[in-house]
């Protein structure tokens, strides 16, 4: 959309957040504050994207600057209020002579398309603001819609509302779109308020004093405007969330047999079929294919996961999984892992930067790092792939159709051909030919018993 511009105020303390981290770094469902508003933002292909920053706001800059190279920052070196802080964006933007969408960076839920059709109705209707209300059961500390003959006549903060204001049930989502009289309006605003702030709420009042025209739009789910500035608005954020996607995913074929005992994190995609079970926790990134069973405290994140497969109590991080893998219980799958199909991996079994081929399993107490493992191997129970020296890490390599017998160490780098045989208990140090069956154990000594 083009002839606009957006600003996200960002600079605020967030000091009802009672942290060291700035409110906007905050995490819902896996993602800072700031970014949900920033891609709702993207979508729409502003102009410009401002971001004001507070003076302590490094950690914002850094990780804004990391993920999208079209924001520009301004600073806010003290935080005298929501106007003051747009105000520090007229440099930037004043030569534009488009509109401004306004934004708290603390908005997280809000869809692009309210934000898009925002922007085209204070176009269309020539406005110099209009403003993003929402009908709210519970108004507290949100700035108060106050209308007179059905028109916006201006916004009062829960702390300037008369006991009358504080009745009303619409309120204002923080959400704006001005056209070029903002500036002049912001140059008006004084700090007349309880917390002797330069509040961007009243250039409503004043434009509307300018005889200009002033629009409203009434968001249709309120849950989009919901601000967050403490931990139970975040929580709260989080459930809105997570009740959206089991609802999506329970329409579309998933059975969750606990809704109120999983978190399944807005990103993720799941197969039809697939049953999630009570405990079960899906943070970001994760794809999950059809008529999978994921159940018991299981974590995963950033893994695709094959259909047919069985998760059973098991942590899976950055892993590649194919179709009819059983992991688990208690299984730690690691970054780099790749199962493929029909790989078994059990309980207490690790693996880390691995390539297990089809057919193959890891079923007991063992742990596989840096290794590739070829199609139709067994790993007895408790080998261990001594992959690091300290310094460097090192590869083992196992052939297909290998037998690894229990309690074996290989010392990597090895190599084991296709079709060996690994005795029990060995220590392997030196690569093993195809077909060979290596011992590397003390051998067995017979004594006579002493009698204590
Ligand atoms: C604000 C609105 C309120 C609205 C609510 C919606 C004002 C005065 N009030 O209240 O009407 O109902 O949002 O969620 O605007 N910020 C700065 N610099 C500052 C102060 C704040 O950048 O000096 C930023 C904050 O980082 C935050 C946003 O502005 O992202 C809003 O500030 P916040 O303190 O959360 O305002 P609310 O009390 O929520
Ligand atoms: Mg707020």
């Not at 949100?142 to 006549?153: A, C, D, H, M």
């Not at 606990?258 to 899906?282: E, K, L, M, Q």
Request: glycine share 8%.
């Amino acid at each position: 959309m083009k002839n606009f511009s957006a600003v996200i105020l960002a600079a605020g303390a967030g000091i009802r957040m009672k942290s060291s981290l700035p409110k906007v770094m905050h995490k819902l469902s896996g993602k800072p504050l700031v970014k949900w508003v920033v891609d709702s933002v993207s979508a729409l292909k502003p102009d410009n994207i401002v971001v004001v920053l507070g003076c302590d706001s490094e950690i914002v800059e850094k990780y804004l600057s990391g993920v999208s190279s079209n924001i520009k920052f301004v600073y806010q070196k003290e935080q005298l209020g929501t106007a003051h802080a747009v105000m520090q964006t007229e440099k930037v933007l004043k030569d534009c002579d488009s509109n401004v969408l306004v934004i708290s960076g603390d908005v997280p839920l809000v869809k692009s398309s309210t934000l898009a059709s925002l922007v085209k109705s204070n176009k269309k209707t020539v406005s110099a603001v209009t403003v993003l209300s929402a009908e709210v059961e519970n108004s507290f500390g949100y700035g108060r819609i106050v209308k007179n003959n059905g028109f916006l006549e201006k916004i009062v903060e829960e702390k300037d509302a008369s006991v009358a204001e504080k009745q009303i049930k619409e309120i204002n989502s923080g959400i704006y779109c001005f056209n070029k009289n903002l500036w002049k309006a912001l140059s008006k605003v004084k700090p007349n308020n309880a917390k002797k702030e330069y509040y961007i709420t009243d250039t409503v009042a004043i434009l509307r004093g300018f005889g200009k025209k002033i629009s409203l739009i009434v968001v249709k789910d309120k849950n989009e405007v919901k601000g967050i500035n403490n931990r139970a608005e975040l929580a709260q954020a989080e459930l809105i969330l997570k009740d959206k996607k089991v609802k999506e995913l329970l329409d579309s074929g998933i059975s969750i047999i606990d809704a109120n005992n999983v978190h399944i994190s807005y990103d993720a995609r799941i197969g039809r079929d697939t049953v999630i079970y009570p405990g079960v926790f899906i943070d970001t990134g994760v794809s999950i294919g059809r008529s999978c069973t994921v159940k018991g405290a299981s974590y995963i994140t950033n893994s695709k996961i094959g259909d047919d497969s069985i998760i059973l109590y098991s942590y899976v991080d950055g892993a590649v999984i194919g179709k009819k893998v059983k992991i688990g219980p208690f299984s730690h799958i690691r970054p780099g892992s790749i199962l493929r199909n029909n790989v078994k991996v059990g309980n207490f079994s690790e693996t880390k930067k691995a390539v297990i081929s089809k057919n193959s399993k890891v079923n007991h107490l063992s742990y596989i790092g840096d290794a590739y493992v070829g199609e139709d191997v067994n790993i007895g129970a408790g080998t261990i792939t001594c992959n690091y020296d300290g310094i460097n890490k090192h590869q083992t390599i196992i052939g297909s159709k290998s037998f690894v017998g229990s309690n074996v160490n290989f010392v990597a780098p090895v190599r084991i051909g296709q079709g060996a045989l690994i005795a029990a208990g060995s220590t392997v140090t030196c690569d093993v030919p195809s077909g060979k069956l290596a011992i590397a154990r003390a051998k067995q000594e017979l004594k006579r018993k002493i009698k204590l």
